[in-house]
């Protein structure tokens, strides 16, 4: 699918540029991870990758996939990559963007969604 709404493309062309959200975002295709899992798996500082994955979140490029509640009650997310696979190029002077899907989170979000309206 091509990206061309304007904050978006410059959300994922920053994001690609910046090694440390580039890192979040590789580590976040295959699985749903914690940003504690991210921080630890990409030797990143904990405060910067909650930084980094909060600009994510905001920018669209990570989504939540799940909330875990642990036996003591702490919350916590899995994040996952929205995207699968980026491509940017230039042509006559426009920067183009296309995005793969991932899938899996597209197939999940939908699941959750028809759940949702079923319940209503």
Known sequence: MEITEPSRVHALVQGLADEYSRKI?????????????????????????????HELLASQILVIERIVVTPEGKKYELLRSA??????????????????????????????WLTMREAK
Do not use: H, Q
């Open 83 to 112: 995207y699968r696979a980026v491509n940017v190029s230039f042509d006559g002077g426009v920067m183009k963007v296309e995005a793969t899907i991932n899938e899996d989170v597209a197939e999940k979000l939908k699941r959750l």
């Open 25 to 53: 975002i590789l580590s976040a295709i295959p699985k749903s991870k914690s940003v504690e899992d991210m921080s630890r798996e990409n030797d990143i500082p904990l405060s910067t990758c909650y930084r980094r994955v």
